[in-house]
Structure formats: C-alpha cells, structure tokens
C-alpha cells in the first residue's frame, strides 16, 4: 500500500503544475532560474506524466484488490511482461547510448553542443555565461543594471 503514496503525491503535483499554476507560467519561471527554456520534449512529458502516473495508480490498486485471485486477465499478463522487458532493455540501451556519447565521444566535436546554443536573447545569454556558483552576485549586478538600463531606454 506505501507504493501508492508516491503514484498520489506525484500525480497530484503534476497536475497542480499542468491545470493550477500553468505549464507556460511554470516553464517561464523555470527559463528565469536557471536561463534554459524548455524543449517540447519535456512540454509533452509535463501533460502525460499525470495520465501515465494515473493509469499506473489505477493498475495498481486493481492488482492490490485482486492479488488474492487467481484468475487474471491474459491480456494483463502480457502488458505486465511487455512493460518489464521494455524497462530492462531501456536500461541497457541508455547504458550503451551513455557509453557513446560520453566516454567516445569526449573528443568528438558531433557531441559538443553549439557555441550559440543557449538563450536566444542577448541579455540571457551574457547573464548565464557569467553564471556560476561562486560568483552569483556579479551577475545578479549586471542584470539588474542590464535591466535598469532597458527599462530608461524603454521609458
């Protein structure tokens, strides 16, 4: 029974992200921390992680209720053995993708991202360049005299 806590609470923080406080609101906020925005890739994993978490809720609370009975649904069975090699051969897979990309391919300029990758405005760009852990106050400065100064010239 503990399994399902983590089903709930995660189900029902991705909808309160999705449907109360807004994807686009969230990705924004988001985009402002850390000066990445997000791929449609991760936009599409925000909508149906709360429909596949759901779904898996569902599956497992009728498993709980009918582990006493011997009789299942052959279907079910299949889905449940299908799921289970589809994790462990992603797992391997990851593990190869991983193996190329990071130790082959340290040296290989394909896996190297861009040099304008980033943000596409200026201003986001040189502030996240400058980012780093030791040194945030120098960059809070700037870009709130970057901004004061769009805002005189705005006005």
């Known amino acids: 029974m ?3 806590i983590f089903i709930i609470l995660n189900t ?8 109360f406080y807004g994807l686009r609101k969230f990705r924004d906020d988001v985009h402002f921390m850390i000066g990445i925005r997000f791929s449609a890739y991760s936009n ?5 992680n709360p429909l596949l978490l759901g779904s898996l809720l569902i599956y497992n609370v009728y498993n709980f209720y009918t ?6 649904f052959p279907w079910m069975r ?11 051969v992603a797992v391997v897979f ?3 993708v991983y193996l190329v990309l990071v130790v082959l391919g340290k040296n290989l300029p394909v896996f190297k991202p861009a040099a304008d990758w980033g ?27 970057r901004f004061r100064h769009l805002r005189e010239t705005n006005v």
């Open 2 to 4: 503990n399994e399902f």
């Open 12 to 19: 029902f923080n991705l909808v309160a992200v999705v449907c």
């Open 44 to 48: 599409a994993l925000y909508i149906l």
């Open 67 to 72: 582990h006493k009975v011997d009789v299942k």
């Open 78 to 88: 299949s889905l449940e053995i299908f799921f289970l090699w589809f994790i462990l």
């Open 94 to 96: 990851y593990f190869f």
């Open 119 to 145: 943000p596409r405005y200026s201003t986001l760009a040189k502030s996240r360049r400058m980012f780093k852990a030791y040194n945030m106050a120098k960059e809070y400065l700037y870009r709130q005299e």
